[in-house]
DNA sequence: AACCACTTCAACCGCTTTTGG
DNA sequence: CCCAAAAGCGGTTGAAGTGGT
């Protein structure tokens, strides 16, 4: 009864690698490739899990991953990312080239989670806290939230697009959101119109990251410290969505529908449409 | 120097999803 | 379509490192 193990766990080393485990390990893939998982330790001559063998390869060994410390682009990246994926650590890796899931995960908890704490967000829902927020009106998930507001601007970018007979390169959204679509959107140029609007944003009411006044000081992970706006710390519900530490999505939150549709549209009105398909060009 | 508290991150565990027969 | 195996994923743990007293 129960569930069959993943391997036989009797006369299976645990517990950190040693060099000539990483080495035999390397060796072996290298010249036959890993197959399966689960049959390589035994192919390769290590008292392993195959499961072992492939969190130790993809997180370590591999010959693509960038080690050391992260970048503040990459940390702000990865909060961007958080605020639309959630903890989905393997979509948000996906983003960052050489960078495993499992490291995000740990930067995560380990920096930018205390990080938006110290801020005054809510790492969950990258909200302001609201101690006194009502209990009869129950606040929606902040996948929920995120994929409506993202929803918002997708129907803006498809009534805009569509028009210009030239949506994306991908296939017609599903009717329910596909939370690899906020991916792609996250890619198209919707998402770096967004992004765009974000760095503009910045300028008028700086984000925490960036700005610099009197204020918290919190320690990133990259060892550089940044300055929390006094505006977020300590603010109430009521502050402006623009003043978080994800500007773009207040463009288009659904907390005032109108700013939201608004600008959205405005945004996409914007687009630089002799040069806007680009970034077709760059895909092989 | 010794101890303790705290932080970091590599690795494990168990669940879910995908794949293939 | 069903089922089992394999792979993938996210949460959690614990050893090692670091800083403070």
Same mark, same amino acid.
């Given at each position: +009864?129960?569930?069959?193990?993943?391997?036989?766990?009797?006369?299976?080393?645990?517990?950190?690698?040693?060099?000539?485990?990483?080495?035999?390990? #390397?060796?072996?893939?290298? %010249?036959?490739?890993?197959?399966?998982?689960?049959?390589?330790?035994?192919?390769?001559?290590?008292?392993?899990?195959?499961?072992?063998?492939?969190?130790?390869?993809?997180?370590?060994?591999?010959? /693509?991953?960038?080690?050391?410390?992260?970048?503040?682009?990459?940390?702000? !990246?990865?909060?961007? !990312?958080?605020?639309?994926?959630?903890?989905?650590?393997?979509?948000?890796?996906?983003?960052?080239?050489?960078?495993?899931?499992?490291? #995000?995960?740990?930067?995560?908890?380990?920096? !930018?989670?205390?990080?938006?704490?110290? +801020?005054? !967000?809510?790492?969950?829902?990258?909200?302001?806290?609201?101690?006194?927020?009502?209990?009869?009106?129950?606040?929606? *998930?902040?996948?929920?939230?995120? +994929?409506?507001?993202?929803?918002?601007?997708?129907?803006?970018?498809?009534?805009?697009?569509?028009?210009?007979?030239?949506?994306?390169?991908?296939?017609?959204?599903?009717? %329910?959101?596909?939370?690899?679509?906020?991916?792609?959107?996250?890619?198209?140029?919707?998402?770096? $119109?967004?992004?765009?609007?974000?760095?503009?944003?910045?300028?008028?009411?700086? *984000?925490?990251?960036?700005?610099?006044?009197?204020?918290?000081?919190?320690?990133?992970?990259?060892?550089?410290?940044?300055?929390?706006?006094?505006?977020?710390?300590?603010?109430?519900?009521?502050?402006?969505? *623009?003043?978080?530490?994800?500007? $773009?999505?207040?463009?288009?939150?659904?907390?005032?529908?109108?700013? *939201?549709?608004?600008?959205?549209?405005?945004?996409?009105?914007?687009?630089?449409?002799?040069?806007? +398909?680009?970034?077709?060009?760059?895909? /092989?």
């Amino acid at each position: +009864m129960g569930r069959t193990p993943c391997c036989d766990k009797k006369d299976l080393k645990k517990g950190p690698w040693d060099p000539e485990e990483d080495e035999t390990l #390397i060796n072996y893939i290298n %010249k036959h490739g890993h197959g399966s998982w689960r049959s390589l330790p035994k192919l390769a001559g290590l008292r392993r899990c195959g499961k072992s063998c492939r969190l130790r390869w993809t997180n370590y060994l591999r010959p /693509d991953i960038k080690r050391g410390p992260f970048t503040v682009d990459e940390e702000k !990246l990865v909060i961007q !990312l958080h605020a639309i994926l959630g903890n989905r650590w393997a979509a948000i890796a996906s983003q960052l080239p050489g960078r495993t899931d499992n490291e #995000i995960k740990n930067l995560w908890n380990t920096h !930018l989670k205390k990080r938006l704490l110290c +801020m005054g !967000l809510d790492p969950l829902t990258h909200e302001p806290f609201t101690p006194c927020a009502p209990t009869t009106a129950p606040r929606s *998930s902040p996948a929920t939230r995120h +994929m409506a507001q993202w929803e918002s601007a997708r129907l803006e970018a498809e009534a805009r697009l569509s028009k210009e007979s030239l949506f994306f390169n991908s296939p017609p959204p599903l009717s %329910k959101p596909d939370p690899d679509f906020f991916l792609r959107l996250w890619n198209s140029q919707v998402g770096e $119109s967004f992004r765009k609007l974000n760095r503009e944003a910045k300028t008028e009411c700086p *984000s925490p990251i960036s700005q610099a006044s009197s204020s918290t000081k919190c320690a990133s992970a990259s060892g550089v410290t940044f300055d929390v706006c006094p505006n977020i710390v300590g603010s109430s519900s009521s502050t402006p969505r *623009s003043n978080r530490i994800d500007a $773009s999505f207040s463009s288009c939150s659904n907390e005032s529908e109108e700013d *939201s549709s608004d600008t959205a549209f405005q945004l996409l009105l914007d687009f630089p449409i002799n040069n806007d +398909m680009s970034f077709l060009e760059d895909v /092989d």
